[in-house]
């Protein structure tokens, strides 16, 4: 079955970089678009940026843009977060999700993974 797990979040200080990787299962990453999400508390949940199955990618956050990347490794069926230049307001629950295409709906998300950052 489709399956998608997060890892690499953590507590970091303001101005650190962290890289969550996405592990992906039960289909091949360069099918379809994953796109990576945040949910901090008391906000709505979030869309960052989104690789396509040809490599495309869209950052539709511009709280983002300029600081966080998205890749892809697919000999790993894996796609990564690189976020650098990190302040608290960054600080929330990060997830991936598959989805069709990267303007469309996600149908499968993973179970999310914790980044804290504080001084």
């Known amino acids: 079955q489709v399956q998608l797990v997060e890892s690499g979040g953590g507590l970091v200080q303001p101005g650190a970089s962290l890289r969550l990787s996405c592990a992906a299962s039960?289909?091949?990453?360069?099918?379809?678009?994953v796109g990576w999400y945040r949910q901090a508390p008391g906000k709505e949940r979030e869309g960052l940026l989104c690789?396509?199955?040809?490599?495309?990618?869209?950052t539709p956050a511009d709280s983002v843009k300029g600081r966080f990347t998205i890749s892809r490794d697919n000999a790993k069926n894996t796609i990564y977060l690189q976020m650098n230049s990190l302040t608290p307001e960054d600080t929330a629950i990060y997830y991936c999700?598959?989805?069709?295409?990267?303007?469309?709906?996600?149908?499968?998300w993973g179970q999310g993974t914790q980044v804290t950052v504080s001084s």
């Open positions: 039960g289909f091949t990453v360069d099918k379809y678009a």
């Open positions: 690789i396509s199955p040809g490599g495309d990618t869209t």
């Open positions: 999700a598959r989805k069709s295409h990267c303007f469309g709906q996600s149908t499968y």
